[in-house]
């Protein structure tokens, strides 16, 4: 009979795999001539649109200020949904073999790959903001005279010109957030677990 | 002294009592009008309620109005060419206006009528006649354009058309005109005994909506002017009103009018289908056009039919009966429990109505009046249903609502008249600015009408708007027929004739309403999907133009190696796939219309170069902040030039 801790920390290590189903993030535009906001949502391994054709129809308005068509494919397609099988992998050895101490470093470990991935995810968006064509059709300055970027919020909303951008987390970075909760939760419970077992020994 | 201090006190109790009236009056006439304005009002960015397809007679085409508001949506291109959307201009719509005659322009498009199942509206399908040269279109409401065109042979004047049966398995056709069948060299002063007249039945495909013509009655020399189907209880029946039954063809508004009756021609569509099946049929050989628009390819193909089979109602017992209507009837309707026949005898100042469970009876007793050509004629007292006396002059057409009351048209009286249905008194009148023709009630030919409004379509406008010269707009009248008394509420003018309309609740229609053709089921023959495709291709005199257009570029921009006297396609496809951004593209000098092409789709228009120089092309459709930008230059050399073909886009 396995313990609580050990279960639970399946399940953390387990929960992260729902990116696979469920986007992780989404970013929305709206304007008053898009009455259904253009959106798109980004996965581990793709960006898909909203409503059909967005992607396109988002291209289509950024070429006026020179903004690069957003890919069809990032390295981080390739090494982010490794990194989620590998760390998986971990956990279920973890809660298979390790203990209560172990399931710390991997809730740990989890939250600096997460944190390294948000931060490649806010230079990629600072870059598709920022590195403009200098061809660009509209070119708009900020009052200090410096030229304006159109990078979109890492988590909130902002005003870019005439189009207000929501960017917000989505079930697959709650799953993975969780993930990372419920493996805190396993080492605290199994923490505890390890000291009433002290305790009766003592 | 007494007395005239009574005089005075009784004057000014008089004067306080019209200036009390004279308040009261105006007040009313404000509050009223208040009313009225706030039931047609509709907010910025609000729908209207109902989709009213009023056709445009002379004008050939069909428009989309919102009601209760009367504004206008769409003009739909039906028979006419319409340049505003290159309609019968570019190359995949001309087969459209195709036909036995050759190339037809233009048509007077008179009846739409929507599809049903089960005798309800369903908002798939407008049907539409073309009067002039027969034709039968049909509007498909995903796209709100016209999908196919249908010729009727052996017609002329396609006048009782194109009412549809309770579930579409048929649109009906009928000649006004009665002709001679099949068409042949004769004298005019033989028509009687020798014209005819054609009753057509064109298979509506549930699937696909896909039209044939099935089969034709043939029908003594009268005229047939107009149709409605049974329903419920007479489903299977169509009802055809007919005038000049004197068979006259000359002097007609004298000579047609001889006849205290003509008839209602009553046809047992069912009973035709049975001896389709037995092959009781004459295939008569004919010719005529069908024409399709594929959506997929974005283009028209007109195929040359040569057969119809017909059957002669008068050699075919129980196909058709017909029930004497006094006066030259115009409108033929069908109340929504499918019991009643209305005969409005245009000439009359009452409305006859026939019953069809007498009907009925009346056939299995064999209750004749005679016959014509054969035909049995059912005796008037054993059909009639009842009789509106009275009702104003001139009925032309009577639409129900869902409560049991009909509401005729009267021409020569000016008015619209509620009524109500088995004990046929007048409830309510109201005059109409001027000359009602047809009426229309969303969902007035069905077994369900929506009711809340009347819309009544003048032939007649005078001084009801600004005027613009001796030609003034032509105008339809919104009421409101909700209450026990009809309420006019407004005016609005239309594009053409409005001659008859057919209305539908709004959410039947709108989201099934396309907001872009998707490129990757562009089957178009010329398509160009990806600007990787582009290319310009040259054979003999005549070249192609694979042309791209997205925001805000046409792919290419430069092209030159074109000479004088050579055919240059132009076949451009729109890469948009974003709901309402169409471009448009016009070539200077080319003898034709603009294109206007929607996301995802290829239309192809023709130039033929005839002077040297370097000619520009633009993007006719104010599309982006860029619109302006979006343009380009052909270079046109000499015949005898070895420039060769290139073509480039931002080198």
């Known amino acids: 009979m396995k313990k609580r801790s050990h279960i639970l920390m399946g399940i953390a290590a387990l929960l992260p795999l729902l990116l696979f189903v469920f986007p992780l993030w989404k970013i929305t535009l709206e304007a008053p001539q898009y009455p259904t906001p253009l959106g798109m949502y980004i996965h581990i391994n793709d960006f898909s649109d909203a409503n059909p054709h967005d992607i396109k129809n988002i291209n289509l308005m950024n070429h006026y200020v020179g903004m ?26 973890i809660a298979w073999k390790g203990n209560y101490k172990w399931f710390l470093s991997w809730a740990v470990l989890m939250v600096l790959l997460s944190s390294a991935g948000l931060y490649d995810f806010y230079l990629w968006e600072h870059d598709y903001g920022h590195d403009l064509d200098p061809k660009a059709i509209l070119k708009f300055t900020n009052p200090d005279g410096s030229i304006m970027g159109f990078q979109p919020p890492l988590f909130g ?11 917000y987390p989505r079930l697959g970075a709650y799953s993975l957030g969780l993930g990372i909760a419920v493996g805190f939760l396993a080492y605290y419970i199994g923490k505890k677990e390890k000291m009433n077992e002290l305790k009766e020994m003592s | 002294m007494k007395k005239l201090t009574l005089i005075g006190a009784a004057l000014l109790g008089i004067a306080a009592l019209l200036t009390a009236c004279k308040d009261s009056g105006a007040s009313s006439n404000g509050a009223l009008a208040y009313s009225a304005a706030e039931k047609v009002y509709v907010s910025p960015g ?47 719509t001309k087969p459209m206006l195709n036909t036995s005659h050759g190339f037809i322009p233009w048509d007077d498009s008179h009846h739409p009528d929507i599809s049903q199942t089960n005798g309800e509206l369903d908002g798939r399908f407008v049907f539409i006649n073309g009067n002039n040269t027969p034709r039968i279109a049909k509007v498909d409401l995903s796209v709100f354009e016209t999908t196919e065109i249908i010729e009727i042979p052996n017609s002329a004047g396609n006048h009782s058309s194109a009412f549809v049966t309770e579930n579409t398995e048929y649109v009906v056709a009928g000649t006004r005109f009665s002709v001679p069948v099949p068409q042949r060299d004769m004298p005019i002063n033989e028509y009687k005994g020798n014209f005819k007249g054609s009753l057509s039945f064109i298979s509506v495909d549930p699937e696909d909506g896909g039209m044939d ?12 002017d107009l149709a409605h189907p049974g329903r419920g209880a007479s489903h299977g029946w169509m009802f055809f009103s007919t005038y000049n039954s004197e068979e006259a063809s000359t002097l007609m508004e004298v000579n047609s009018s001889q006849n205290d ?15 389709i099946a037995e092959g009781k049929f004459t295939a008569m050989p004919t010719n005529y056009a069908h024409n399709v628009y594929d959506e997929e390819t974005h283009t028209a193909t007109s195929t040359m039919k040569k057969e119809v089979r017909v059957l002669d109602a008068s050699e075919l017992p129980g196909l058709v009966y017909l029930l004497p209507t006094p006066k030259s009837p115009h409108g033929c309707d069908v109340d929504p429990t499918g019991e009643y026949i209305v005969g409005n005898g245009k000439l009359s100042a009452d409305l006859t109505v026939h019953s069809f469970s007498k009907m009925i009876d009346a056939i299995e007793n064999e209750k004749f009046d005679g016959d014509a050509y054969g035909i049995p004629i059912l005796k008037f007292e054993d059909v009639l249903g009842g009789t509106v ?30 009524w109500k249905v088995g004990t046929w008194e007048v409830i309510d009148r109201q005059p109409c600015y001027y000359s009602v023709g047809h009426g229309m009630i969303p ?11 009347f819309v009544a379509m003048n032939k007649i406008t005078k001084d009801r708007y600004l005027p613009t010269g001796p030609e003034v707009t032509q105008s339809a009248q919104l009421y409101d027929i909700s209450g026990e008394k009809m309420q006019l509420l407004l005016d609005f003018p239309t594009v053409g004739e409005p001659h008859y309309a057919a209305g539908i609740d709004a959410s039947l229609v709108k989201e099934r309403s396309k907001k872009i053709f998707s490129l990757s089921e562009n ?19 005549e070249v192609h133009i694979y042309m791209t257009m997205i925001r805000s570029h046409f792919n290419p921009d430069n092209i030159e190696g074109i000479k004088v006297g050579d055919k240059v396609y132009f076949h451009v496809t729109n890469l948009e796939q974003d709901y309402d951004v169409p471009h448009g593209v016009s070539m200077i000098g080319a003898n034709t219309s603009e294109l206007l092409i929607m996301p995802g789709q290829t239309e192809t228009f023709v130039w033929e170069p005839k002077q040297v120089g370097v000619w520009p092309f633009y993007c006719t459709d104010f599309c982006s902040a860029l619109h302006q930008e979006m343009q380009g230059y052909v270079r046109v050399s000499p015949a005898n030039s070895d420039i060769p073909l290139s073509w480039s886009l931002g080198e």
Request: hydrophobic share 35%; net charge neutral; glycine share 10%.
């Open chain 1, 68 to 93: 690069k068509y957003i890919p069809e494919a990032i390295p981080e397609f390739k090494i982010f949904p490794a990194g989620i099988i590998i760390t998986t992998i971990l956990g279920l050895l």
């Open chain 2, 443 to 453: 969902g007035g030919n069905s077994r369900k009408p929506f009711g809340k409004y």
């Open chain 2, 389 to 418: 006396k009275q009702a104003g002059l001139g009925p032309l057409h009577t639409e129900f609502d869902a409560e049991g009351n009909g509401y005729t048209t009267f021409f020569i009286s000016s008015e619209v008249v509620k």
């Open chain 2, 523 to 541: 089957k178009h023959k010329y398509a160009t999907t990806s600007d990787a495709d582009v290319r310009i291709e040259r054979n003999g005199k």
């Open chain 2, 261 to 275: 009756k003509d008839f209602i021609a009553a046809v047992n569509w069912k009973k035709a289908e049975e001896y």
């Open chain 2, 46 to 92: 609000e729908h209207d309620e109902f989709y009213a397809f009023i056709s445009g007679g002379f004008s050939g085409q069909l428009s989309v109005y919102g009601l209760p508001s009367g504004r206008l949506f769409k003009v739909i291109p039906v028979f006419s060419q319409d340049a505003e959307k290159a309609w019968g201009y570019n190359e995949e």
């Open chain 1, 157 to 167: 909303s902002k005003d870019i010109l005439n189009f207000k951008a929501h960017s």
């Open chain 2, 213 to 224: 013509l099935a089969f034709q009655v043939l029908m003594p020399g009268f005229d047939y």
